[in-house]
């Protein structure tokens, strides 16, 4: 697992900056300059108004006597698409939009849920 994130942690700006320079000789430093700040707005933006749903949402489960177990799904997600748009990069911003995805979103925490699920341990009470 630690040698995962530290790989994704390595990784993952190689691959930016690699993609960067093949963009920026493709297209040139200032389209490549542009196109990273236009997908940061725009995920901004798509980040926002999808947050915004998911409030209402667990504000209508909260008000209805039920936990907030998918609109908390869509939030948590929705912080990290967040952070992934507006990190530099093409390959970040690809995850990010991705996370924009509800459905992809769902399908991405119930596996992960189904990972967790047999690492958790529970201790009795006392």
């Given amino acids: ?31 490549v300059i542009i196109g990273v700040f236009v997908t940061a707005v725009i995920g901004a933006i798509l980040v926002r108004a999808q947050g915004l749903d998911a409030m209402r949402a667990a504000r209508a489960d909260m008000n209805e006597g039920r936990p907030p177990v998918t609109a908390a799904v ?9 952070a992934l748009l507006l990190t530099p990069g093409f390959l970040t911003d690809a995850l990010g939009f991705a996370l924009l995805i509800p459905p992809f979103r769902l399908w ?6 189904e990972r967790l699920r047999g690492r958790i341990v529970v201790i009795e009470g006392r």
């Fill in 74 to 82: 869509h939030g948590l997600f929705l912080v990290v698409a967040g």
């Fill in 108 to 113: 991405l925490g119930r596996s992960l849920l």
């Fill in 1 to 31: 697992m630690i040698f995962a994130i530290l790989a994704a942690f390595i990784g993952i700006p190689i691959a930016e900056i690699y993609i960067f320079i093949q963009a920026g000789g493709a297209l040139g430093a200032f389209p």
